[in-house]
């Protein structure tokens, strides 16, 4: 659906959502004329009415074609499409002629729409007879799954985004929502601003930006969720808060449940009784309490267990499905919800269908005339990629995810993607680790380009829409997937003209799911025309003759074979890999405010680039001093599995013994920042979901020979021991470390740049170790390189300003001149306002608020997302300003 433009151009705004997080924004696009896009928040969508996060705001930043695959390619070499589908096809087919519809695997993500999902999932299930197709969902938020069947019956969020903002108390568990969720912060932060009786509790080993407006942070015990919500459960019953009526009527399981509290013991959290106390009274005292959990929960080798024991607190006191009160899973990823939806994951069918039940099975082979459905799951992510390593799966198709960085243990998932008979790769680009290993590489549209249907994290299902044409041969993945279907003999069934017609037979076999009792039901939508298609407005599920919208359970109705809900008898477990001598640190890993997953799309933008340059790994001071490390050091972080490399940051915002470090960082990024090379494929044994926060690794001090810091206008290809690249607006920063300084550092240069006839203007002291360089085209700089045997001191920001000036005396000072303040590290990447800046102008200017600082500095007043940090300096500069 398109809008007038409202900014003179002759383009039509298009009406679509993002695709980063499972918030599920409405985005306004509009081409600019000159190959990008001008983008704003969508008022009318529910999600966002209007917001954009950093990440959102800057989509317009993402959709050049640098690094974009545009033809299909075998072996490396550009191929027809015809050729690259016959082979794929024939491939596929001789293998499963050969050895059984099991030796094959597709692995898909929850990045794909909803149409896309649906077709790759009815040929794998459907047709090939395997249901080995899994998800990276399955890193996600898999446990949220598990234990939502475990307690409704079926994978149902019951609440809606108004019930965070209607609430008295909202509990967020694992989840720094402030960085990952940022405009379903900032309607929390919006609803706490009207109503400033809200409480706000933040549960979370690690103090984030989200813990800076709770107003209780419990600083838990890695992994001790399940043992504080057991206490909570136990005090429910002793204080009386009991829902007894609910309970008996609607629940069973409580006194299960409520027996295996005794088995917990609250001091394994490690909190102060004060701090607990604290939270169960405020958790007993409020009727609309709203638990929001995430990856914290989720990821984890109890991971379903603590899903239930949250649910049990909600339902042992009737507090579910009610406005302003509920468990509140929200998902990762923009389209993780769809493909739980669509069967995406290898242990379920479409429409919240179930692969074990026969009478469900049955009912999806008749819709799709198949030849036969499996009657029992697939193999999950982590054990897919064993499969692949051990020889059991010998053709794997990877649709747009990047298993060889985001996979647990990711050196042996890249090695055994390597050592794979034959691997097919569909992504937008060819650049990512895991589509270097592909046999077949596809060339897939992607946002901006293509057309379906997303579900955010509270049930709303939007359209994603095109604007811009798919460029060079690029094919939708519906269509891709379509076509090898075609090939391998079930034309018929896979013959879509386009997208609509996927989602009125998906809205059909909801309709099916529903009078087989199951909650997902839209089939109000099922004969829609394409073009009630082009317009659909966003809407809530279900969507059927039956009920249209709103929450799930108040009326106590579960999909379980009785009706009731399972309250689940929990027994708190620790994090599988206890510290040790060898590895005594605990290893969290998690998402940064300005990157998305493997950084494909945000890595493009300057601007997000900005806010974090580097891959690097938190510390607390105690556990810093141990081992001689110091800010901006190097380390080296190990696992029994794997390495890597990253810039130390000193902060008392981890606890003592816990290391934290992004998942973002790839082999097309960094040498050595793949962080889940390091995290032990352990996982949850009810939902498969790999422990992504509780490996142990041992952290050493990485003695590097020389540092340096380099600018320049092109990429450059380092080879050094350390290194790590990132856009800036006139090219790119990269941050480097070796073994010995080269002995001759001009060759160096002009061999890291590719500039063998630049001019060279140098400052080296050999003796200090000290090299400055910078090469020149016409006199200006096309790059420059400090170096020196520390970590390099120079002000990075002025630097990066320096490529396609005029080179002068002062080129190589690192500094700004005195009427050129250095601004410092990127805080609000809206307005590219420093660290620097921001705390200058609180000093001059008095400044006193996060709104004060918007108002001098426009900081803060576009996407909001760097309010947090802007509210952490302000802070830290009163605090300094105290003690002075
Ligand atoms: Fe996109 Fe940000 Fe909205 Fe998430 S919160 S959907 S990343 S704009």
Redesign the pocket.
């Known amino acids: 659906m398109s809008v007038p433009s409202t900014t003179g151009s002759a383009a039509p705004q298009v009406c679509t959502t993002?695709p980063?997080?499972g918030?599920?924004?409405g985005v306004l696009a509009q081409p600019d004329g000159h190959g990008g896009l001008t983008i704003s928040g969508d008022k009318s969508h529910p999600a966002?009415a209007g917001r954009?996060?950093s990440?959102?705001s800057a989509l317009g930043e993402t959709v050049d074609l640098a690094d974009r695959l545009l033809t299909p390619e075998i072996d490396g070499a550009p191929a027809d499409w015809d050729n690259a589908l016959d082979l794929v096809a024939q491939r596929f087919r001789d293998t499963i002629a050969q050895h059984g519809p099991d030796s094959v695997a597709f692995y898909v993500s929850g990045q794909l729409l909803t149409e896309d999902y649906y077709v790759a999932n009815k040929l794998m299930k459907g047709f090939i007879g395997s249901a080995n197709i899994d998800t990276n969902s399955r890193l996600c938020m898999a446990s949220s799954v598990a234990g939502h069947r475990r307690a409704f019956g079926t994978d149902t969020v019951p609440g809606l985004y108004t019930d965070i903002e209607d609430a008295d108390v909202v509990v967020l568990v694992g989840s720094n929502m402030a960085w990952c969720?940022?405009?379903?912060y900032q309607r929390l932060v919006a609803a706490r601003k009207a109503r400033p009786e809200m409480r706000v509790i933040n549960i979370d080993p690690r103090r984030t930006a989200t813990s800076d407006i709770a107003d209780l942070h419990l600083a838990i015990e890695p992994g001790s969720d399940a043992a504080l919500f057991n206490g909570l459960l136990a005090e429910i019953v002793a204080k009386g808060a009991t829902d007894q009526a609910f309970t008996a009527e609607h629940v069973t399981g409580f006194h299960e449940a409520l027996e295996a509290t005794s088995s917990g013991d609250l001091a394994a959290t490690g909190l102060p009784p004060g701090q607990i106390r604290a939270f169960f009274d405020l958790w007993l005292r409020n009727e609309k309490v709203v638990t929001v959990y995430s990856q914290g929960v989720n990821q984890s080798s109890s991971g379903t267990d603590k899903v239930n024991a949250i649910i049990n607190c909600h339902l042992a006191t009737g507090r579910i499905g009610r406005p302003g009160m509920g468990p509140f899973s929200v998902t990762g990823q923009?389209n993780a919800m769809g493909g739980r939806e669509v069967g995406g994951l290898a242990n379920m069918l479409a429409c919240h269908l179930d692969i074990e039940v026969p009478e469900h099975r049955a009912a999806v082979k008749d819709f799709w005339n198949s030849p036969g459905i499996p009657d029992g799951p697939g193999l999950k992510a982590v054990d897919m990629f064993r499969a692949v390593r051990d020889g059991r799966i010998k053709a794997l198709w990877v649709i747009c995810t990047n298993p060889a960085v985001s996979m647990p243990d990711a050196d042996a998932v890249r090695a055994a993607i390597e050592a794979c008979d034959f691997v097919v790769v569909s992504d937008v680009t060819g650049r990512t680790d895991t589509a270097r290993l592909a046999d077949v590489r596809l060339p897939a549209t992607g946002w901006g380009e293509k057309d379906g249907t997303v579900t955010n994290s509270e049930r709303c299902i939007s359209r994603q829409r095109a604007v811009l044409p798919a460029p060079g041969e690029a094919r939708h993945d519906w269509r891709i997937l379509a076509d090898v279907a075609a090939r391998m003999g079930w034309q018929k069934e896979f013959d879509y003209r386009n997208p609509a017609e996927i989602f009125r037979e998906y809205a059909a076999l909801s309709g099916i799911a529903g009078t087989l009792g199951r909650d997902f039901d839209i089939s109000a939508k099922a004969d829609i025309s394409d073009s009630d298609y082009e317009s659909l407005a966003p809407f809530h599920w279900p969507c059927s003759a039956r009920k249209i919208g709103g929450r799930f359970f108040a009326d106590g109705q579960f999909y379980t074979g009785d009706g009731r809900a399972r309250m689940l008898p929990v027994t708190p477990r620790e994090p599988v890999s206890r510290p040790s001598a060898d590895y005594p640190l605990r290893l969290n890993t998690g998402r940064v405010r300005d990157h998305w997953h493997t950084m494909t799309r945000t890595a493009k933008s300057p601007r997000l680039s900005q806010h974090l340059a580097e891959p690097y790994l938190e510390l607390h001071p105690a556990d810093a001093q141990d081992r001689g490390l110091a800010p901006a050091d190097l380390a080296r972080v190990e696992s029994r599995v794997g390495t890597a490399i990253l810039r130390v940051v000193v902060t008392d915002r981890v606890r003592p013994g816990s290391v934290f470090a992004p998942m973002h960082w790839t082999g097309e990024t960094a040498s050595a920042g793949r962080i889940d090379a390091v995290v032990a494929a352990v996982t949850d044994p009810v939902s498969g979901q790999p422990e992504s926060k509780g490996s142990v690794v041992q952290v050493a001090r990485f003695d590097a020979g020389w540092y340096g810091f380099a600018v320049s206008a092109a990429e450059p290809f380092p080879t050094d021991a350390y290194w790590a690249k990132a856009r800036m607006r006139d090219g790119w920063r990269t941050e480097l470390a070796g073994d010995a300084c080269p002995d001759d550092w001009e060759a160096y240069a002009r061999a890291l740049f590719d500039l063998p006839d630049a001019e060279v203007l140098s400052l080296l002291d050999p003796t200090r170790g000290l090299a400055r360089l910078a090469l020149l085209r016409d006199g200006r700089v096309a790059a420059a390189l400090f170096a020196s045997p520390s970590p390099v001191a120079v002000a990075r920001n002025h630097v990066a300003t320096l490529v396609g000036t005029m080179a002068e005396a002062a080129t190589l000072s690192g500094r700004p001149g005195a009427d050129m303040p250095d601004p410092g590290a990127t805080v609000c990447a809206c307005f590219d306002v420093g660290v620097n800046t921001v705390l200058a102008a609180i000093r001059e200017q008095n400044l006193a608020s996060v709104e004060a600082i918007g108002a001098a500095l426009q900081a803060g007043t576009n996407c909001g997302s760097c309010r947090p940090e802007l509210a952490t300096l302000l802070a830290a500069a009163q605090v300094r300003e105290a003690a002075e």
């Open positions: 993002c980063y997080c918030v599920g924004c966002n954009l996060c990440k959102g969720h940022p405009v379903l923009p």
